[in-house]
């Protein structure tokens, strides 16, 4: 049998505005334009809900009936057969003794208030069957969904978890219900009210790199430091579902240091310190292959309004090079925040599993953060003929660090050694924009070693060396180069080399000259010598 407990009169303004306050009831206001009439005991009214996610199935489930008699005058509420079923089960039993009158004094917004709406959510998305709803209806693209004739009550408003719209869902509540103006009993034809929601976000960062007008750059072996941030939404007291975890993917060019994660959590744009969260207590967090994992436990963390999780990764010889995201020439990191918007279906889920997977009620943000890294290309020939190509010509690449005063510093080691080929090319992938110098350590055969340092800037054409973006092939030892693009990601560098002096030889001219008349003297004399012994035999 319903618990009725409170008969409304309006014999008097004074007696009406003291029975008839019932603060639970403040989340719906009368529609503009509307205008407010004498009810009668069967009279209804639409109710739009506005800011839901779009294209959600919303339910209405009334929770407090609103019986008008319009020969007494008089106004009734007591509890439906619903919420009697809620206050007699084991998820209601804190409630079970509670009263009408008891819950119209309950403040709106409090936190008594949303519990005891949040454990009756709980309870209806709990039923199997399922509970069969008053009203439902599906929003519009905008968010937006209008019930249509809704009897005289109080309802909370419920979305059904088939979306994966950003907003999370907290307990709210419609009312149809009359009011008095001037004495009289009146009921408006339409009224609003406003999904309570959340919108969690999510950012990421590169902390350490220097931005350009592309993105963060990096050299192959670099260590990149990377940041999380979440914002924290509210759930209601009584949510089951309390899913909130973080996923981040990172591109086959990058190394996941999985000891590095430290997490923080933040009460407010004030609190610029942050305080160290627990692993283990606060969240729970998973790596594999280039996937990880950070799942929270929403009580251990409901008490801030942000959270932030740091941790590095390396970009090996993996990473890809060039600019070009749309030719896949990127070293990607995606972060999606995944977490219910729907938290009383369901439960919290024990694993951060992939967001492709997660299907309706969850909400997602994501975000994405590319590193780019670069190739160098040397072009070795002899200086006026550039078609003659240079052999054998190495070179160690410096950073600009490293140097001063066109000298390398005596502690510095070299990024790389390379070597030019038969084609007098050599190439090394994995360097982030910047200036560099190559030092010539062995020169071609037959050619002077390099004097100077060489520099280039990748990134910037006609400075030092440069000649701009190549296109950069190998196959086996054989490496081709082609003019190319930042999309291609090579910065080709042209060196001339000078041939180095012929030795000269023991004498001048001189000693040649008299060599020849030296030489010419004795084969004249062997001539005659030869002769005259001839003559003597044939005197003889």
């Given at each position: 049998?319903?618990?009725t407990?409170?008969?409304?009169?309006?014999?008097?303004?004074?007696?009406?505005?003291?029975?008839?306050?019932?603060?639970?009831?403040?989340?719906?206001?009368?529609?503009?334009?509307?205008?407010?009439?004498?009810?009668?005991?069967?009279?209804?009214?639409?109710?739009?809900?506005?800011?839901?996610?779009?294209?959600?199935?919303?339910?209405?489930?009334?929770?407090v009936?609103?019986?008008?008699?319009?020969?007494?005058?008089?106004?009734?509420?007591?509890?439906?057969?619903?919420?009697?079923?809620f206050?007699?089960?084991?998820?209601?039993?804190?409630?079970?003794?509670?009263?009408?009158?008891?819950?119209?004094?309950?403040?709106?917004?409090?936190?008594?208030l949303?519990?005891?709406?949040?454990?009756?959510?709980?309870?209806?998305?709990s039923?199997e069957?399922?509970?069969?709803?008053d009203?439902?209806?599906?929003?519009?693209?905008?968010?937006?969904?209008?019930?249509?004739?809704?009897?005289?009550?109080?309802?909370?408003?419920?979305?059904?978890?088939?979306?994966?719209?950003?907003?999370?869902?907290?307990?709210?509540?419609?009312?149809?219900?009359?009011?008095i103006?001037?004495?009289?009993?009146?009921?408006?034809?339409?009224?609003s009210?406003?999904?309570?929601?959340?919108?969690?976000?999510?950012?990421?960062?590169?902390?350490?790199?220097?931005?350009?007008?592309?993105?963060?750059?990096?050299?192959?072996?670099?260590?990149?430091?990377?940041?999380?941030?979440?914002?924290?939404?509210?759930?209601?007291?009584?949510?089951?579902?309390?899913?909130?975890?973080?996923?981040?993917?990172?591109?086959?060019?990058?190394?996941?240091?999985?000891?590095?994660v430290?997490v923080?959590?933040?009460t407010?744009?004030?609190?610029?310190?942050?305080?160290?969260?627990?692993?283990?207590e606060?969240?729970?967090?998973?790596?594999?292959?280039?996937?990880?994992?950070?799942?929270?436990?929403?009580?251990?963390?409901?008490s801030?309004?942000?959270?932030?999780?740091?941790?590095?990764?390396?970009?090996?010889?993996?990473?890809?090079?060039?600019?070009?995201?749309?030719?896949?020439?990127?070293?990607?990191?995606?972060?999606?925040?995944?977490y219910?918007?729907?938290p009383?279906?369901?439960?919290?889920?024990?694993?951060?599993?992939?967001?492709?997977?997660?299907?309706?009620?969850?909400?997602k943000?994501?975000?994405?953060?590319d590193?780019?890294?670069?190739?160098?290309?040397?072009?070795?020939?002899?200086?006026?003929?550039?078609?003659?190509?240079?052999?054998?010509?190495?070179?160690?690449?410096?950073?600009?660090?490293?140097?001063?005063?066109?000298?390398?510093?005596?502690?510095?080691?070299?990024?790389?050694?390379?070597?030019?080929?038969?084609?007098?090319?050599?190439?090394?992938?994995?360097?982030?924009?910047?200036?560099?110098y190559?030092?010539e350590?062995?020169?071609?055969?037959?050619?002077?070693?390099?004097?100077?340092?060489?520099?280039?800037?990748?990134?910037?054409?006609?400075?030092?060396?440069?000649?701009?973006?190549?296109?950069?092939?190998?196959?086996?030892?054989?490496?081709?180069?082609?003019?190319?693009?930042?999309?291609?990601g090579?910065?080709?560098?042209?060196?001339?080399?000078?041939?180095?002096?012929?030795?000269?030889?023991?004498?001048?001219?001189?000693?040649?000259?008299?060599?020849g008349?030296?030489?010419?003297?004795?084969?004249?004399?062997?001539?005659?010598?030869?002769t005259?012994?001839?003559?003597?035999?044939?005197?003889?």
């Amino acid at each position: 049998m319903k618990k009725t407990v409170k008969t409304l009169s309006a014999l008097t303004l004074a007696l009406a505005l003291v029975c008839s306050t019932c603060t639970a009831f403040a989340a719906s206001t009368p529609a503009d334009g509307s205008e407010a009439a004498a009810p009668a005991a069967d009279s209804t009214a639409s109710v739009t809900v506005a800011t839901a996610n779009a294209n959600d199935a919303l339910s209405a489930y009334r929770v407090v009936d609103a019986a008008f008699d319009p020969d007494a005058n008089t106004l009734t509420y007591s509890f439906t057969d619903l919420f009697e079923n809620f206050q007699a089960s084991e998820m209601g039993a804190a409630y079970e003794n509670m009263t009408v009158e008891a819950y119209c004094d309950l403040e709106d917004n409090s936190s008594a208030l949303e519990a005891l709406l949040g454990a009756f959510s709980a309870y209806i998305r709990s039923q199997e069957p399922p509970v069969q709803s008053d009203y439902t209806e599906t929003t519009n693209d905008s968010g937006a969904a209008t019930f249509q004739e809704v009897a005289m009550g109080q309802y909370i408003i419920l979305g059904s978890g088939n979306s994966q719209g950003a907003y999370v869902y907290q307990t709210v509540t419609a009312e149809v219900v009359p009011e008095i103006v001037d004495d009289e009993y009146v009921l408006y034809p339409a009224y609003s009210v406003a999904m309570k929601t959340a919108q969690p976000t999510a950012e990421k960062a590169v902390t350490n790199l220097v931005q350009d007008g592309q993105g963060w750059t990096a050299s192959i072996g670099d260590v990149i430091n990377y940041e999380l941030t979440a914002t924290i939404p509210t759930y209601s007291a009584g949510a089951t579902n309390t899913t909130f975890y973080m996923y981040d993917a990172l591109a086959d060019g990058l190394t996941l240091k999985a000891d590095s994660v430290a997490v923080k959590g933040f009460t407010g744009p004030e609190d610029t310190e942050g305080a160290v969260l627990t692993a283990g207590e606060d969240y729970f967090v998973t790596t594999e292959g280039q996937v990880l994992t950070i799942r929270f436990v929403y009580d251990e963390i409901k008490s801030y309004t942000s959270l932030t999780a740091a941790y590095s990764a390396e970009l090996d010889n993996d990473a890809a090079i060039g600019e070009a995201a749309e030719s896949g020439h990127k070293n990607e990191n995606t972060y999606t925040l995944v977490y219910s918007n729907d938290p009383f279906n369901g439960s919290t889920k024990a694993e951060a599993t992939d967001p492709a997977e997660v299907e309706g009620g969850y909400g997602k943000d994501e975000n994405t953060v590319d590193v780019f890294t670069y190739g160098l290309v040397i072009e070795k020939y002899k200086d006026g003929e550039p078609s003659t190509k240079l052999k054998g010509a190495t070179f160690e690449i410096y950073k600009a660090a490293d140097v001063a005063d066109g000298e390398v510093n005596a502690d510095a080691e070299p990024i790389e050694t390379i070597t030019t080929d038969k084609d007098g090319y050599a190439a090394f992938a994995g360097l982030a924009k910047g200036k560099y110098y190559l030092k010539e350590t062995v020169a071609p055969t037959g050619y002077k070693l390099m004097p100077d340092l060489a520099s280039f800037t990748i990134g910037t054409p006609n400075e030092d060396n440069g000649a701009g973006y190549a296109k950069v092939t190998s196959e086996g030892d054989k490496i081709t180069v082609a003019e190319g693009t930042a999309v291609d990601g090579y910065w080709k560098v042209d060196i001339a080399n000078t041939p180095g002096a012929t030795l000269p030889t023991t004498g001048g001219m001189g000693t040649v000259v008299f060599t020849g008349v030296g030489a010419t003297l004795m084969l004249g004399a062997a001539v005659l010598l030869i002769t005259k012994k001839r003559l003597t035999n044939k005197e003889k």
